[in-house]
């Protein structure tokens, strides 16, 4: 059974940094490496909103403009496990922050299309870690 879980999160004052990670179990064997995965946010009373995106083997990144050079998303495929390093954190960042992953019926997933706008395409979720920016 696939599980993701979520890591990282915390309080912060405006202009700090916080690194999450999302540590992937229950793929089989390598698979990990072949999934697309992604990080959302949703913040009280807001819908679930795409924050950054990489593709399986790590070459294809994709970042929501409200985080844009500001968030970096890596992954360490022989660790099963996501990262999102969000320096110059802002209130407005304030949110629940889960990770979600997917693999086209291919069987891999080296481009973003499609992926980077709604949460239909994801398949597993985690259950989010909290964070939280104060001004």
């Known amino acids: 059974q696939v599980q993701l879980v979520e890591s990282g999160g915390g309080s912060v004052q405006a202009g700090g940094s916080l690194r999450l990670s999302c540590a992937a179990s229950?793929?089989?064997?390598?698979?990990?490496?072949?999934?697309?995965m992604g990080w959302f946010r949703q913040a009280p009373g807001k819908e679930r909103e795409g924050v950054a995106f990489?593709?399986?083997?790590?070459?294809?990144?994709y970042y929501a403009d409200s985080v844009k050079g500001r968030f970096t998303i890596t992954r360490d495929n022989a660790k099963n496990t996501l990262y999102l390093q969000m320096n110059t954190l802002k209130p407005e960042d304030t949110a629940m922050y889960y990770c979600?992953?997917?693999?086209?019926?291919?069987?891999?997933?080296?481009?973003?299309?499609?992926?980077?706008?709604?949460?239909?395409?994801?398949?597993?979720w985690g259950q989010g870690t909290q964070v939280t920016v104060s001004s």
């Open positions: 229950g793929f089989p064997f390598i698979t990990y490496s072949t999934y697309c």
């Open positions: 990489i593709s399986d083997g790590g070459a294809s990144t």
């Open positions: 979600a992953a997917v693999r086209r019926s291919v069987g891999y997933c080296s481009s973003l299309d499609g992926l980077t706008s709604g949460t239909g395409s994801w398949r597993y």
